[in-house]
Structures are given as C-alpha cells and as structure tokens.
C-alpha cells in the first residue's frame, strides 16, 4: 500500500520468486549437507588408506563449489532483488526487526565462501589435519546460516509472541524453529546424498563406483529417520488453526502434500535400487533424475510452507496484499483508493470503474496472482462470474477460502474490481435490460352464467413460484412436481362442497402435452430414483392429463410433471391447465382454467460459468451443472462430478433432506434449504431482495417474473416476509445446530442478521413446515398494521397458508385468494390477467373470489354473515 507495484502480468502469481527461491533453497540445503559429506568422505578415505576416494572428494568439492557459490550466491540475490519488488513491506519488517540476525548470518556466509574456498583448493598443500578443520569450519558455518535463516524464515510462518512484544527473540526462536531446523538438517543431509550419487556414478573404476554408490546411497537414507521425526514434530507445533488450514481446508494443498509423500517413498526405494550394482549409464541416468525429483522434492515442500501462511505474508500480523492486520478496518472503511499513496485514481466513478478496478488488482491481487500465466492465473479461477457475481464473492472471499486476506475496500471498490476481473480481463456481463417477453393471445376465460349455472368450480397449486432443475445428465435438486388441487362448490342457499358421484378432470395445454422434450430428463431421473420413472407421468405417477384424486374437502394430482418447454420451443412458465367437474353420467358440471407455474430460470450461471440453455433467458446448461459439481468437490472433498461423468446423476437430496419431496438425506448433512441458504447468504446477504431473485425465479428483469401477485403489486419484497438472505439462513441453520449439525455453526459464523439484533433471538424453523403467517400482518383479517413478519412462523404444516381452510373448515383458502407470491389480483408477465382468470370468470373482477360483497358466486341469497373470516364483506381495499 505504501510502495508502487511491480506489475509481472503472465509472470506473477508468486511464478518468478518460485522459480528463483525453490532452486536457491535446494542449493542451499546441499551446501549444508555436502559440507558435512565432505569432510565425512575425506576422512572415510583416509581411515581406508584409499587414494581413489580422496580424488573423488577433491573433484566433487569442486562441483561442490561451482553450484553452491556460483548459483547459489546468484539465486540468493536474485531472492531478494525479487522480494523487495514483490513484497517490498514485507521485506522491510524482515530487515528492521531482524537486522543483526541477518548480519550474523551474512559475517557465516562470509566464513563459508573463505572456507570453503581454501578446503576445494588445497588438498595437496594442507596437512589432512588442518584441511578437515577447514572442511568442518565451512559445515558450521554453513549450517549456522541454516540456523539463522530458519529461524527467520519460519517466523513468518508462526511469529508466535513476537506479535504481542516485537521481541527479537520471540520471534527468532518461535514456535516450529527447533523442529524446522530439524527437518531442514535432514533434508540437507539427503540432498547432500543425491548430489554426492550424480557425481559418484560417473566414476569410471567399476569398483569404487559401486562402493561410493552405496555410501551415497547409505548417506540418503539414514537422515530420512530424522525426517520422518522431524516432520511429526514439525506438524505437531504448528498451531491447530494453522494444522486445520493447510491440511483440511486448503484442497490447493493436497497435490503438494500427496506430492512430498509420494516423493519421500520415490527417493527412499531409489536410495534402495541404487545400492544395487547397476550398469554405470543407468546409475548416472538414475541419479540425475533422483537430483530432478529432489528439486519436486522441495518444491513442494516449500508450497505447503508459503501456503500455510496464507492469508498473510507474516502471520497474523501482515496480509499478503501488504495491509497490516491492525490496519484493515480503517483500510475498509475508508477504502483502498484512498488509502494507497501510488494511485492515479481515488475514487470509483461509473466512467473510471476500469480503470479504479485495475489499480485495485494491482494492489490487492498482484502479489498472488498473474493475468494468463501459469500459476494462480486471475482470469482462470474467476472465469465463471458474471461482474455481480464477483462482487458477491469478492465481499466474502475470505468465508469459504481461508488463504485469502478479507477484502480490504468499500462495496463500491468491490464492485470496480469485479467489473475489471469479470469484463475487463474475462468479457463477462451481467443482464441489465428486461427480457423481452411475448405475452400470449387473450385468455379464453370459461364462461359462467350465475343465473344457470349450478356449480363453482375452483382450482390452484398449492406454490405459485416453482422452479425446476433441468440439468440432470449432472445433477438434479427440484424435479418438475406441481401439486394441483381443486375444489367443487355446489351453488345455494347454504353451498355445499362436493366429493361424491363426481370426477375432476385436468388437461394440460396441448403444446406442453408431448413428453418428448424431456425423455433424457426422466430417464436420468430414474437412475437417480432407482426405478424407471415415465416422461409423462413423472415421480408420483399422475400424468400431464388425467383426472384428480379424491380428497376429504376437494381433489388433488400431486407432482404433475410440467415443464415450461411447449412443443414448438422457446420457454413459457406459464402452462395452462384446464380443469373440468363430471358427474357419474358423463356430464359436465363444470369448467375452469388455471395455470401450473413452473420455471428453469435459476441465476447459477452468475457465479458458476456457463450460458442459459434455453432461448439465452433459462434452463441449466451442462456447463453451468458440470461446474457446481466441481465446486462441491473441491470444497467438500467430494467426487460428485467423476460419478456424474460416468453416468450417475447426483441426486442432492440422496445426502441432504428435503421434506418437501419426502427425502429423508443421509442423516449427517444439512437438510437441503439449511444448505443452500446457509451457504449462499454469505456472498448474497448484502444485496437484500436482489439475493433472493438472483436463485429464484422472481428477478424483474427476468424471463419468469414469478412474484406477481397483490403483495408484489403493493412494492413489498421478498425481506418483508422472509427475512434478508442472513436473516432467513439463520432460522434454518439454528435448528439444524440444534439437531447436532456441526456445519450449521461454521456457515452461521460470519451471518449478520438485520431483522434482530442478535442471532440468538431468530426462532429456528424447519423448511416447508414453519413459515411466514399471513395473519401476523392481518391480524384478525383486518388491514394490516406492519409489513414485516420475519421470525413469526407457522407451529405446523396445518397452518400453512396452503394447507388452511377458512373458519367452516370447508373451503380452502388457496381456492379463493390463488397461490402464495400470486395472490389476486396478480399481474401476469405473460399476459395480465393469465392468473386472475377464475375472479374474471365468476365475478367479472380480478380480486379474490367473493370480494366486493360478492357471496353470490356461491350463494344465492344475500349475505349479511361474514362466514368464511371475520372482516369480509366490504370492498376490495386494494382496487
């Protein structure tokens, strides 16, 4: 924040210092261990009398010298020429709080070079008693300067108390020092070994190559028993937070960690093949390649060491973007922008968000990320989202990826840095102008004589928003499964609902009758069921048309497999269904109309990559579906996406329940809305109704528009009733927390509710059974007194607005009022009066049936008693 940038494009991400520091670490761990091969080898040939082995100690002390004082020394500059552009804060609080470490360090680095030079050229001038001193002083040093640096170095890891009094010393001797020097003695002792393999197979006497192949060999594995205790005790003093990230929740990590313990066995057996007598070209080839893993060999290790120190750059004292812990609330709350002294831009304008966005990059993102390269590459990991989508995440980035810091700037920085990752690198947009509709002709409304005619007949699903997932070569979350119901009034003085010598008929619109549309859905859906389940009959058996079963107060067909595709293409959410009563006789009763909401519009490509699949405007493509499961995977540590390639869809409620299709899960994971909720309220929260619409099929702009009832009407939101995205994910995972969920916990941790003022006041509640009541805004049916009733659900699935009757226990109130979120008069996007067309047909008006005073669409004489619920007969208040 206070140094300008050095800005590496396809070679940052850490590319360049990775490159430089892995090679420089493994010189440098050789130059250690070879100091002590050195000396041990000198005095092995002269306690064997052997010539031969002294001449190989003085040409490999020359090799020796060739690679650590010429690459090392360039690499070790070439360390920090690199981190004092890259990381220059960081490298700073390293020189000033470590001044005299590294003075001491560089006075035995001083000490090595002058050793070490004297031992590699004066074997013929030196008794053998004052070289091996000289053999030895350049090992002390050199392993002093492991000393020194390890402590250094791993005080970035765990700085320990240092955070607390800045103490040299705490710092220096912190917590994993004594068992990083350990580790990284012995990994110094094998490397030394592998070094001491390349040059000992190029020996041309038959036998002393075998009998130094063996001592090297014998030099490799023997410290692998220090590595493997050291490597425990390394582990085990690493704080249990720090433990927890790298090796659970940090699936970046696992390739490095299969990688070091994959490598450990690879380098052990060659240490075994090797003291075998193999052919001298194949030793040699054998050893450069042990030399080439040795290098993967660190490599990884040192990922798994830098990654662990993810989101900082010293631990908990320093991000990696350079923002001091104790500084980020100040840094949110005035912004970056400002904050930074090196920016042209200041503050984030509509006509500068391009430009404030790539300054922000630059300063929050560069050191850990490159544009197009080969390593933590911006453009690959982002390529999913949409420029909203980003923000969301962005704002939260560091909720379900602990290795990345906080973001450290206001919403609207936020915002600029997506719009610049998302369009300016990537070329993704968000949908900003309403989708064009194309209403449908004028409803045919039914006609109705009340002078005549003898029966009312009146019919509705018991959801008026209904979404489906239509993506189920991958997976499948909400099959089509529209429940229908419908009710038959016999007109009179005292009216009277009828169930005996009658029979419902439902018939769906011929041009969403051919099931042929959806043939690869429901054959994928039976193998997610496990039985054969038909296109046009669905998962509960009752087809497209047919006739309704009996009930005690009406008639109902549960799960009707409707999907919004009409034979011809396009997308209609809006099939048409007419409902028709016959007597025993075959005679027709009555007619009515109403329609199944159903919709595929479901936002997931806005952070899961892909296109619509459906006329650019709904459905899941493979892509979108291929690409959550992959998700999942990665944070789950699943393999959901590998079983779905070979041809088993996922069913997501096979492990999370789901009560409103009747799965019970597996028992062990969040119930399927604690889930999703719970999850996505952590990027959504702050968009407010916004995060409701960008999953469910509401958006205004949308292709499905499905809140189109009065409350919609009247400007209430989705919040008023459920609660903001936080808000309503909290009701859900509390009651899984207490069920003994323990993920309930971790998704609520970062939750702010805005209903309440704590968390603990939220009621837990079960999904589809505790709900928003009506009657806690309409108390007593009367004009309500509040528009919010978040937190005051429904005891039972009795009392839910679908389920209740009115006051005689007859008639449903779905019947006269339509679905919740299409309650009349709802304003159809399709069409205005496509929802209203029952009211239309039987008193002429959109409101719900009976309004205005209107009894006499069932009785016949006047009524001056308020049957159904108290405060009935009068206006409509909303006309």
Known sequence: MNYPVWNLDIFGGGLLIALIAVFHVYIAHFAVGGGLFLVLTERKGYREDNPAIIEYVRRHAKFFLLVTMVAGSMTG??????????????????????????????????????????????????????????????????????????????????????????????????????????????????????????????????????????????????????????????????????????????????????????????????????????????SSTAAAVMVIIGLLYMGCFEFIREGGRRPYIIRNYMYSNSILKDDLQSVQKQGVLQTAKWTREKNVTRENRLDSGKELYNLLCLSCHSIGGPLNDIKSVTKNFTPWGLENMIGAIDRFHPYMPPFAGTRLEAKALAYYIAFGLNGRRDRTEPIALQPISEAKIPPFNPAADEYVLLSWVD?????????????????PGANLHAQLIKRGELPEVVTENVRIEYTIDPAFADPAATIEFWDNASLLYGKKIQPNTGLSGNPLSGTMKVEATGFSADL??????PAGGG?????????????????????????????????????????????????LSAATADNILALHDRLSGTDLRQQAEAGKPVLCQQCHADSRFDQPGNGKQLNMSASIHGFHANFLDPQGA???????????????????????????????????????????????????KERAAVLMEHLQPEMVADAADIKPRQPWINQPDCLNCHVDFQAPEDDITFNQWTVNEAALFRNRTDESGQLRCSACHNSTHALYPAVNPYGKDLDNQQPLQYQNTPYPIGSNMGCAVCHTVEMDEEMHHPNMLRRFRNQ
């Open 560 to 565: 009707l497999p409707v999907a919004p595709y």
């Open 690 to 740: 916004d995060a409701c619409t960008a999953c469910h099929p509401a958006n205004t702009n949308g292709a499905s528009r499905s809140f189109r009832g009065i409350h919609h009407t009247l400007e209430l939101k989705c919040t008023h009733c459920h609660g903001s995205l936080a808000d309503h994910a909290i009701s859900l995972l509390r009651a899984e927390q207490e069920a003994g």
């Open 77 to 282: 500059v070439g360390i920090w020429f690199t981190i004092a552009l890259l990381n220059p804060a960081a490298t700073s609080v390293l020189i000033h709080n470590f001044v005299f470490g590294w003075a001491a360090e560089w006075v035995f680095f001083l000490l090595e070079i002058i050793s070490l030079l004297i031992y590699a050229y004066t074997f013929d001038r030196l008794d053998r008693r004052t070289h091996l001193i000289m053999g030895w002083i350049y090992f002390g040093a050199a392993w002093m300067s492991l000393f020194i640096i390890n402590g250094i170095i791993d005080f970035m890891l765990t700085p320990g108390r240092w955070i607390e009094n800045h103490s040299f010393w705490s710092g220096f001797f912190n917590p994993t020092f004594w068992p990083a020097l350990f580790f990284r003695t012995a990994l110094a002792l094998i490397f030394a070994g592998l070094f001491g393999l390349l040059t000992a197979t190029r020996i041309k006497d038959t036998e002393l190559r075998h009998h130094l192949v063996r001592y090297c060999a014998l030099y490799l594995l023997i410290p692998f028993v220090l590595l493997l205790a050291s490597t425990w005790w390394y582990k085990a003093a690493l704080p249990p937070e720090l433990r927890t990230m790298i090796f659970e929740l940090m699936p970046e990590m696992k390739p490095f960690i299969s990688g070091f313990i994959f490598i450990s066995a690879i380098l052990f057996l060659g240490g075994l093949l090797m003291a075998i007598r193999l052919p001298r070209r194949m």
């Open 571 to 619: 997308y209609m959410p809006y099939p048409e269904m007419t409902i028709t009563a016959v007597n025993t006789a075959g005679k027709v009763l009555a007619t009515t109309k109403t329609i199944i909401p159903t919709a595929t519009e479901m936002g997931c490509s806005t952070c899961h990559g892909g296109l619509w699949r459906v006329d650019g405007r709904a459905g």
């Open 463 to 479: 959801m008026g928003m209904q979404a489906m997932t239509d993506a189920s070569r991958s997976w499948m979350m909400l099959p």
